[in-house]
């Protein structure tokens, strides 16, 4: 679907960009030893933190915000996204080449919303080891295996060169809400934010005019608008739905936690009835 | 005031520093996504992060931050700070060029006390939209319109070509502390840094000879010291004042947070008495 | 034991590494003015966190975590590490060259771990206010004295430019485990990192063929693991010794904290007996 990845484009191999997204938290030496890995290669990339803070072991919280921000980066961008709490294990390390980017970690599900949005054009098991910071350790491929292979794709090494060609990946439940029989469907929340917006899985295909009314938890929401500072709302209406900066409706509350006026959590059904 | 601010000079061309200061945290994708914009126009900005960790929606605490930070930058430094309750409303995004430095924000206060010390040579409103990410969201000005204007900025474009001047812009509530008609003056808690030091904003000029006493929340402190660690000090006399690195008089304690033994919290009244 | 650190060696001078590791959190303002200086020093230098989440003036912490990062990166790279309860006062400021890396901070310990695996070749005191910020507050060296040496540094400037030899430095309790008399040894825990892994000063050398029973808060370990996701345990079996990525033996458990369910602060006493 993609054109295969482009090493030899001049921005990409000036200056490019390794992206890092963990759960290593910024406390620990972690994330500094897979900054060391990546600089002791490639002196001249440019490493973008996405986030560290992703909750211990949790893919999916990983693969919602990668799908959030890949599509900032500009071609060439190489993502390594370490959510691994089967290292060391059966689980095969890939490197996926999709939407003019490449995307290295494991193959847990992390990369699966990516790949729902952006068919890959190819996906390679890494198991050239002739790539890897020696020893490889078994707790820590984050430094070990996944940063000096970015690096290394960064230099100009091809996504071949790493393995063998890998059949798919493992997907998370897809990103589509679910039709449902009496009209309208079925979402759920993907993610809350800091300010405590509930970003749910619908996009403007799903609701091009803004004609529906959510439910969630127990309370209606039927209210679009437009910006979060608008003038005050009634009282019974402060929660509203809003296009989110990602791409996805999202309910938000005036000067308010939507997600704590809704009791929301990740997951929570949203039922849309479409007017 | 100041001389306009010079695009052309070579060391800001070469490796122009684009700071960042907001409230988004450190755990959604929303900083990663104002990078991602700034490298895709200027693939060798440098970019330093001043802190996320803003209180959702606090400007004074961001003015704090920026005041206490800006004048360590080289000139040419752009700094780009965005709390911004009011996103995609009436409010102006602006450029202000102050102290040799460039500052891109909205109009809400944020950059109230940097223009308090140095007064701007230059303000322009942003609205040419041909240096913004399209489509430009009504959620996320950050990465739709202050990320890629900084980033032109940082290429050389002029501040002038981003709109048209703007007036004065929006202040918060003066740094100065105020006289007291029976003597000495009042001022109050600007802010109180990781360690409980509380930081005030009475500046050298107002006690040039430590010749004060202050009295906060009930407690009053006599004792002027040089540095955190002296001799033991007598246990009433725990709580000293200590001229910090932001150029303000803060209330320290002797291994310990003096915002704890204080109660204290920013905007707390710090009544000075000068002898 | 170790060459002279070389200046002059092409990577170092082109792109060197700065890291910084400190107990400033990143809300304030500190670490940007740190960086601001060096940058302002020299424009080329790549910065690289540590950590700034150093519990406040843990010097221990500080010292373990540097411990854990140095070796990954490349030579020729500064550390600057900055928990500085003493900053202003007698301690000595000081640039140890060990490992064909140098580290730039105060002499209180915070280098002790370092320098018990890599005895420096050289150590000096920084005297030398050339390479100050200027004016020197006496309660931010980071910023003041530590920055702008390492931005030196960098730039060429040689350790010996800084001030005179400095003998010796302070050292914390030592890295290594104590012989019993009935045979086995006591060690600790050095670190519990934030997936709640207990770190303990055990190195392969000590337990070369994991022959082994650790003994902490009163739970007996006797199982020991190559990665964290094996097969399903027996429920008394659920913690398990590891050889983790910082070269230590770890105390983890599967899919849970080691540490919640032991109770464990750092420091606590691991018993050990050889099998």
Redesign the interface.
């Known amino acids: 679907v993609n054109a295969p990845f482009d090493p030899g484009s001049p921005?990409h191999v000036?200056?490019p960009?390794i992206?890092l997204l963990t759960?290593?938290?910024?406390?620990?030496?972690?994330?500094?030893?897979m900054?060391?890995?990546i600089?002791?290669v490639n002196?001249?990339a440019?490493i973008?933190?996405?986030?560290?803070?992703?909750a211990?072991q949790d893919v999916q919280e990983a693969a919602f915000?990668l799908l959030?921000?890949y599509l900032?980066?500009?071609k060439g961008?190489i993502h390594v996204a370490v959510v691994d709490?089967?290292?060391?294990?059966a689980r095969s390390p890939i490197v996926i080449d999709a939407a003019h980017q490449l995307f290295v970690g494991p193959d847990n599900g992390i990369f699966s919303y990516v790949c729902e949005r952006d068919v890959p054009s190819q996906i390679f098991r890494i198991t050239n080891r002739e790539f890897f910071r020696q020893p490889v350790?078994?707790?820590?491929h984050g430094?070990?295996i996944f940063a000096p292979v970015a690096a290394a794709l960064s230099m100009g090494v091809s996504p071949e060169q790493l393995g063998a060609p890998h059949d798919g990946c493992v997907r998370l439940e897809s990103l589509e809400p679910k039709p449902l029989k009496k009209g309208g469907f079925k979402a759920h929340l993907l993610h809350i934010?800091?300010?405590g917006n509930c970003v749910t899985n619908i996009t403007r295909k799903h609701l091009p005019n803004n004609n529906a009314v959510l439910a969630i938890n127990g309370k209606k929401i039927d209210c679009f608008k437009?910006?979060?500072?608008?003038e005050e709302l009634k009282k019974k209406k402060r929660l509203f739905a809003?296009?989110?900066?990602?791409g996805f409706l999202e309910i938000a509350a005036q000067?308010r936690s939507a997600a704590e006026i809704l009791k929301a959590r990740r997951g929570d059904k949203v039922e849309v009835k479409t007017l």
């Open positions: 921005s000036d200056s960009i992206t759960d290593f938290g910024t406390a620990d030496y972690f994330v500094a030893a900054k060391a890995v600089l002791s002196p001249h440019r973008v933190d996405i986030t560290h803070e992703v211990p915000t959030a921000a900032t980066f500009p961008t709490p089967g290292v060391g294990s350790s078994s707790t820590f430094r070990d934010d800091r300010f437009d910006y979060f500072a608008a809003i296009w989110g900066s990602a000067d």
